[in-house]
């Protein structure tokens, strides 16, 4: 059976092209006393990007934590503090900030429509009502969040994301200015997010041309950012990170972001740098791709962390092992149906007992 899936389906790109951000929500402003909600990164508080918001009477300024990557805790109160905040529902929210924040605009748009809480709809197709209008203006680039049809939450039993056609944004504007300022490790690994992104969709058994198309693209701009040096970088990662969330769309990822997972759910680990860690111990999986990121490594001076679970209790590592085995379309991917025998608990403990 062939998936059928939607897409975002407006997208404006260019430098500067956040200036146009009155007017691409200007037709979305239609129920007499609504207004719009901008979810902002707080790290952009007092920051000149902050002021260029096009807030107009009504609208709400909401600031977003993004030190813990998203819960659905959280999602549950921002969803609440808009409803105390006016109970008209807004016309529209807009997620400006990195993959994080870009998931909390996602999630609070479902859930202003559908009843309960965020933890309910942890899963596929469980979203029955459409969301409110919602658009993304990333400010860092590679998780591809900005184009996927998932929310990753971390909720009281799992993380998982609330995949649906609903969590798609409406509108892009990708506007490679405002990824200029983002620290030097920051901008690595959520890059890699992206590179690793196209190996794992490259060298899995799903991969089709759709896929190909995409994933081979990105990966070439992954390397013109990563190993060259363009003045145009910026312009090139952010387009690196929807060709490669196009590409796993129709495919999927695979071991790095099944162990990653796990790493996050006992250790709390973020998205992009557990990455990192866990992709420095695949050379066995992923030979090539492994030495070309060391080599990306190298080039821009990054040291990753060591030695993480060297204090971890057997417990704790026993749950990290079942965390990245339950991913199975992810294993599946990456070392076809006989993926049981081939990763054992045995190997994949050993692969976090490296890290
Ligand atoms: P992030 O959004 O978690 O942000 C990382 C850090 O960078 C934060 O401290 C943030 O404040 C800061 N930051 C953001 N923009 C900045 C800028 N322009 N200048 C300076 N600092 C800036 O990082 P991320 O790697 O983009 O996103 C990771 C999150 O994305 C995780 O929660 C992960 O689960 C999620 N994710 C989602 C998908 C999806 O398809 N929905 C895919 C991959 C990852
Ligand atoms: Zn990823």
């Not at 417990?315 to 294993?331: G, I, K, Q, R, Y």
């Amino acid at each position: 059976m062939y998936r059928n899936f939607s897409i975002v389906p407006k997208i404006m790109f260019g430098r500067g092209s956040f200036n146009q951000l009155a007017e691409v929500i200007a037709p979305e402003r239609v129920t007499p006393g609504s207004y719009f909600v901008f979810v902002l990164d707080d790290i952009f508080i007092g920051k000149p990007l902050e002021s260029r918001i096009p807030l107009e009477k009504g609208d709400l300024l909401l600031h977003v934590n993004v030190d813990d990557e998203p819960k659905t805790s959280y999602i549950d109160a921002l969803v609440q503090q808009i409803k105390q905040y006016n109970e008209i529902l807004p016309d529209g929210i807009v997620g400006i900030g990195g993959g994080s924040t870009m998931d909390i605009a996602k999630a609070i748009s479902l859930l202003l429509k559908n009843p309960g809480s965020s933890a309910d709809y942890q899963g596929w197709d469980l979203i029955e009502i459409p969301s409110v209008y919602h658009l993304a203006v990333p400010t860092l680039a590679g998780t591809g969040a900005e184009i996927s049809r998932t929310t990753i939450l971390t909720g009281p039993e799992k993380k998982l994301g609330i995949n649906s056609d609903y969590t798609l944004y409406n509108q892009l504007i990708l506007d490679p200015e405002l990824i200029a300022g983002v620290p030097k490790d920051q901008w690595f690994y959520t890059g890699m997010d992206c590179y690793i992104h196209d190996v794992e969709s490259l060298q899995g058994t799903f991969i089709n041309e759709f896929s190909k198309s995409y994933g081979e693209k990105s990966l070439d701009l992954c390397r013109q950012v990563f190993l060259d040096d363009h003045p145009d970088k910026d312009d090139k990662l952010m387009m690196a990170s929807y060709f490669g969330g196009m590409s796993i769309a129709y495919s999927q990822v695979g071991a790095c972001h099944a162990l990653s997972y796990g790493l996050s759910y006992v250790l709390g680990i973020h998205h992009g740098i557990g990455c990192c860690i866990a992709f420095d111990v695949l050379e066995d999986i992923y030979p090539d791709g492994v030495a070309e990121f060391r080599q990306m490594m190298k080039k821009h001076d990054i040291q990753l962390p060591k030695n993480i679970t060297a204090d971890l209790g057997n417990d704790a590592l026993e749950l990290m092992v079942t965390t990245a085995l339950n991913l199975v379309p992810l294993w599946e991917n990456c070392l076809g149906s006989d993926w049981k025998n081939l990763m054992t608990r045995e190997r994949c403990k050993k692969l976090y007992l490296r890290m």
